[in-house]
């Protein structure tokens, strides 16, 4: 079965940072892209970045480009979203998830969730103005 638990998530001053961390187990991580996903209150969930499966290749929503820093440590079988300059906006809970189909190792730009499965219960960050 696979699992992947999400941590890191705080409440956060606008422009501070955070890391929040993604740990897989149950599958090779390594084989696979994965996304990080943005759900907003009453919002529905939105890819933020993916990651090919060696790492190479990202892709990132235009709101958070040069913002967000996504990496994958795949000895460690985990995945990290570096969030630097956060904003309110930025607030909900963030969920990684693993790139599913065909294409199943790449990214195809900015992570849609209906080509991504095996979510995580998600982490909370709370950005205050």
């Known amino acids: 079965e696979v699992q992947l638990v999400e941590s890191g998530g705080a409440l956060v001053q606008a422009g501070e940072s955070l890391t929040l961390s993604c740990t897989a187990s149950?599958?090779?991580?390594?084989?696979?892209?994965m996304g990080w996903f943005h759900q907003a209150p009453g919002q529905e969930r939105d890819g933020v970045s993916c990651i090919s499966w060696t790492g190479d290749i990202t892709s990132y929503k235009s709101t958070v480009k040069g913002r967000f820093t996504t990496t994958r440590d795949n000895a460690k079988n985990t995945l990290y979203l570096r969030m630097d300059n956060l904003k309110p906006e930025d607030t909900g809970m963030y969920y990684c998830?693993?790139?599913?189909?065909?294409?199943?190792?790449?990214?195809?730009?900015?992570?849609?969730?209906?080509?991504?499965?095996?979510w995580g219960q998600g982490t909370q960050v709370t950005v205050s103005s």
């Open positions: 998830a693993v790139k599913k189909g065909s294409a199943w190792r790449y990214c195809a730009g900015v992570p849609y969730s209906g080509h991504f499965g095996d």
């Open positions: 149950g599958l090779h991580f390594g084989d696979y892209a």
